[in-house]
Each structure stands twice: as C-alpha cells, then as structure tokens.
C-alpha cells in the first residue's frame, strides 16, 4: 500500500521560511506528477504547486517567486520551499501524487497525504 508522508510543518514569523518534504512510501515504479495544496477552515482547498516526472512546474499566483517546488524521483519526494511567507499563508498543506504505479503492478490514480499545518504568525 502506497502512502504519502508529509513533513516540516510548523510556525514561521512572517518574512521568514519552511521547507515542507512529502515522501510517497511503498515500492513505487513512477509518478506521473505531485503537488502541494492548502486548505484554510471553510475555505476550499487550492492547489500551491505542482512538478511533473519530467519537472515541469506549475505555481499559483499568489506563491510565485515565493516558494519553489522540487522532486526527487529516485526518492519519490516532492519538496516545497517557502521563503517570505505570509500570514495568509497559513493553511494546512496536503501533498498530492497522480497516477502512481507500484513496482507489482498496482495502480493508484490520486493519493493524498494527511496534512501538515504551517502558521505564520509573530
């Protein structure tokens, strides 16, 4: 069983940065493509960034040149580095895998992981 495990949560003064790491567990063959989305209570959630297996990315505006999406293929990570944050920036973060094969075979179209929250506040 697949599973995607999120880290690097936690509470960042406004200005400052966190790098958020999201590893997908199991015997993994590929990944078409991972992500970062947030959720605030009663709001949505929305999606921050996503990269492809080939590394395209994609950003929404309101994190452009603010944070920085990054993979590790060999290690099934997707990372999101988040510099000058912002108090409407907090949100729970949820890491997101699309079409993802297992080395036997299994096939998963979308996983999501369980959440970290990011507060930034002073």
């Known amino acids: 069983q697949v599973q995607l495990v999120e880290s690097g949560g936690g509470l960042v003064q406004p200005g400052g940065s966190l790098r958020l790491s999201c590893a997908a567990s199991?015997?993994?063959?590929?990944?078409?493509?991972m992500g970062w989305y947030r959720q605030v209570p009663g709001k949505q959630r929305e999606m921050v960034a996503g990269i492809t297996d080939g590394h395209s990315t994609i950003y929404a505006d309101s994190v452009k040149g603010r944070f920085t999406i990054s993979r590790d293929n060999a290690k099934n990570t997707v990372y999101l580095q988040m510099n000058s944050l912002k108090p409407e920036d907090t949100a729970v973060y949820y890491c997101?895998?699309?079409?993802?094969?297992?080395?036997?075979?299994?096939?998963?179209?979308?996983?999501w992981g369980q959440g970290t929250l990011v507060t930034v506040s002073s």
């Open positions: 997101n895998a699309v079409r993802v094969v297992t080395a036997t075979g299994d096939s998963y179209l979308e996983l």
């Open positions: 199991g015997s993994i063959s590929s990944i078409n493509a």
